[in-house]
């Protein structure tokens, strides 16, 4: 069974502050880690995956496979950034994408 | 391009009713899914269907069909709709299993009284 655990449903912190959304995820094989990102009044849509290894918007993630984590960071928090974030998980060529429960980052200006 | 498009965006049904939700893309992408969202529970699968003239169950199928009318069509019936059912149902597309990136529709909140 695949799982997605996203601890903080919600987070808000000050503009220009590092921002760090935590992800862990339980998974036997060998896993494939996604961010999605909701804006509001806009869809769902993909921010960025551990195998591309890029940065979007000022974000990054790394996968840490003895933590079993996927956390997103960004050094510097911008009002733009809030939003519901959400990690997903898919096992390789895996058809079945995995959500966790979400969290609401705030922005505080 | 419209991407992937849901209809209808809003309905409410009495317990007992029936009722489909559409989706189309025309992004020729082979890959097509039905989730659910509910507060404190994310994004839940019901139904996918990795390419035409297959589809799958996924986490949640229960209570629900589908068909995947063509490449461009999936679609998500509700035969007899119960209050558990009151959701926002999010239909989404990807160019081929396994590849993560997922294309979602706007989402139809639906209400089940």
């Known amino acids: 069974a695949q799982r997605v655990t996203q601890p903080e449903k919600l987070l808000s912190v000050f503009k220009g502050a590092p921002v760090e959304l935590k992800c862990n995820y339980s998974?036997?094989?060998?896993?494939?880690l996604f961010w999605y990102v909701q804006y509001s009044r806009q869809r769902l849509q993909l921010l960025l995956r551990?195998?591309s290894r890029e940065s979007i918007k000022g974000f990054t993630a790394d996968l840490n496979k003895g933590e079993t984590s996927f956390h997103l960071k960004k050094p510097f928090a911008q009002e733009e950034d809030s939003a519901m974030y959400y990690c997903a998980l898919s096992g390789f060529g895996n058809e079945k994408l995995t959500f966790g429960t979400g969290t609401r980052l705030t922005i505080i200006p | 391009n419209a991407g992937v498009t849901q209809t209808p965006k809003f309905q409410v049904l009495k317990t007992g009713q029936s009722m489909t939700l559409q989706c189309a893309q025309d992004m020729n992408h082979n890959s097509m899914y039905w989730y659910r969202q509910d507060p404190g529970m994310g994004l839940r699968l019901i139904y996918y269907s990795a390419s035409e003239g297959t589809t799958d169950k996924g986490e949640v199928p229960n209570g629900y069909n589908v068909s995947r009318l063509n490449k461009r069509e999936f679609s998500l019936r509700l035969e007899s709709a119960a209050p558990s059912q009151t959701s926002v149902y999010f239909c989404?597309?990807?160019?081929?299993?396994?590849?993560?990136?997922?294309?979602f529709g706007e989402g139809s909140r639906l209400t089940v009284l």
């Open positions: 989404a597309s990807s160019v081929e299993r396994g590849t993560g990136e997922l294309f």
């Open positions: 998974y036997s094989g060998s896993p494939e």
């Open positions: 551990h195998i």
